[in-house]
T-cell receptor, first 114, second 113 residues
Framework: GENVEQHPSTLSVQEGDSAVIKCTYS??????FPWYKQELGKGPQLIID?????GEKKDQRIAVTLNKTAKHFSLHITETQPEDSAVYFC?????????????FGQGTTLQVKP | EAQVTQNPRYLITVTGKKLTVTCSQN?????MSWYRQDPGLGLRQIYY???????DKGDVPEGYKVSRKEKRNFPLILESPSPNQTSLYFC????????????FGNGTRLTVT
């Protein structure tokens, strides 16, 4: 069935360093790949998304890359700050995007040490 | 402010006692969905609705019901809660559902004893 694997499950970096989170997906028909940030006590919040017709997208310190052939995509955060500490989820569209279904990865807890 | 509002935020109940978690969005979104979040499993879809009066099962629908009588509201109903439904629940909405960004509520933490 449809599946998204996310690694690592935890990541600790020093402030100012870069952080990379990787995801692989199983459904070759997936065409939409959002990333969510979840802070303690809150719901996930969209931080960036990418569609299958694009290989890379950047928004200030955040970038996402997509390799459709290999079926994996990654989140890159540069110049990390303590406020980047949170749980990050990747997701891939399921049901060929027709039902709005998202398949989520297991999440990565990012800790940025001051 | 554009938002998805869930109530209650915390709920403790006993096995078998029917409960409803409400969800409302003020963005005129067509699509609404319920997810549950469990450690190590990420978010899993329970039910979704593409529009008013249209609902369908997600990946883990057993033990849950939903209704979509009006566009803004999408309540989640547990007719006879069991301890394995102890979880963190999120309601979400998006403009069309088809590859459009999901907006999440702040969650409802449910404990069933």
């Amino acid at each position: 069935g449809e599946n998204v694997e996310q690694h690592p499950s935890t990541l600790s970096v020093q402030e100012g360093d870069s952080a990379v989170i990787k995801c692989t997906y199983s459904d070759s028909a997936s065409n939409y790949f959002p990333w969510y940030k979840q802070e303690l006590g809150k719901g996930p919040q969209l931080i960036i998304d990418i569609r299958s017709n694009v290989g890379e997208k950047k928004d200030q310190r955040i970038a996402v890359t997509l390799n459709k052939t290999a079926k994996h995509f990654s989140l890159h955060i540069t110049e990390t700050q303590p406020e980047d500490s949170a749980v990050y989820f990747c997701a891939a569209s399921g049901d060929s995007g027709n039902t709005g279904k998202l398949i989520f990865g297991q999440g990565t807890t990012l800790q940025v040490k001051p | 402010e554009a938002q998805v509002t869930q109530n209650p935020r915390y709920l403790i109940t006993v096995t078998g006692k029917k409960l409803t978690v409400t969800c409302s969005q003020n963005m005129n979104h067509e699509y609404m969905s319920w997810y549950r979040q469990d450690p190590g499993l990420g978010l899993r879809q329970i039910y979704y609705s593409m529009n008013v009066e249209v609902t369908d099962k997600g990946d883990v629908p057993e033990g849950y019901k939903v209704s979509r009588k009006e566009k803004r509201n999408f309540p989640l109903i547990l007719e006879s809660p069991s301890p394995n439904q102890t979880s963190l629940y999120f309601c979400a909405s998006s403009l069309t559902g088809r590859n459009s960004p999901l907006h999440f509520g702040n969650g409802t933490r449910l404990t069933v004893t």
